[in-house]
């Protein structure tokens, strides 16, 4: 899988063994940083990654700052972006399975680095799918070009 990876200063430190398990499975990886512990502004950081993930350069994105919480606000306004922010691994699955999710966002100052990796890799792993879901998606497509 093609993987946009994206982090602030708060997830810098997730970001790098994220990084490093996602090439070790296989994946191709870009980072779009950062790339230090320097601070910076997620929001900049986390556009780039759902852009790429919007515009198909990538298939997937994985963001991570601080809680999750700022880096999944910003993608979620870019228009084929279904971000989800989870820190246990059903709703990982539920995200894709029923949202189909295109970015994952984690907290690294909410979860541990063996939780952030197994959630991850049940989110890499589960399928979307489609059937009742498909339309609810469609939906949430349809909203994304009310405001084009
Ligand atoms: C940075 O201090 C922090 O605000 C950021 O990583 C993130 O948690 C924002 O939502």
Do not use: Q
């Not at 910076?40 to 350069?57: Q, T």
């Not at 970015?103 to 049940?122: D, F, K, S, W």
């Amino acid at each position: 899988m093609s993987i946009a990876l994206g982090s602030d200063h708060g997830g810098y430190l997730l970001k790098e063994v994220i990084k490093e398990w996602l090439k070790k499975k296989g994946h191709i990886v870009e980072d779009f940083g950062t790339h230090s512990l320097e601070t910076c502004d997620y929001p900049n950081i986390a556009y780039e990654v759902a852009k790429s993930v919007a515009d198909g350069r990538h298939s997937r994105g994985v963001i991570i700052c601080g809680t999750g919480i700022g880096v999944s606000i910003v993608a979620n306004k870019v228009p084929g972006i279904r971000a989800a922010l989870c820190h246990d691994t059903f709703s990982a699955k539920a995200s894709r399975e029923h949202n189909d999710a295109n970015i994952l966002t984690m907290g690294e100052r909410v979860i541990g680095r063996g939780l952030a990796l197994e959630i991850l890799e049940a989110w890499l792993s589960v399928d979307f799918a489609g059937g009742r879901h498909e339309r609810r998606v469609d939906i949430i497509n349809s909203i994304d070009k009310d405001f084009k």
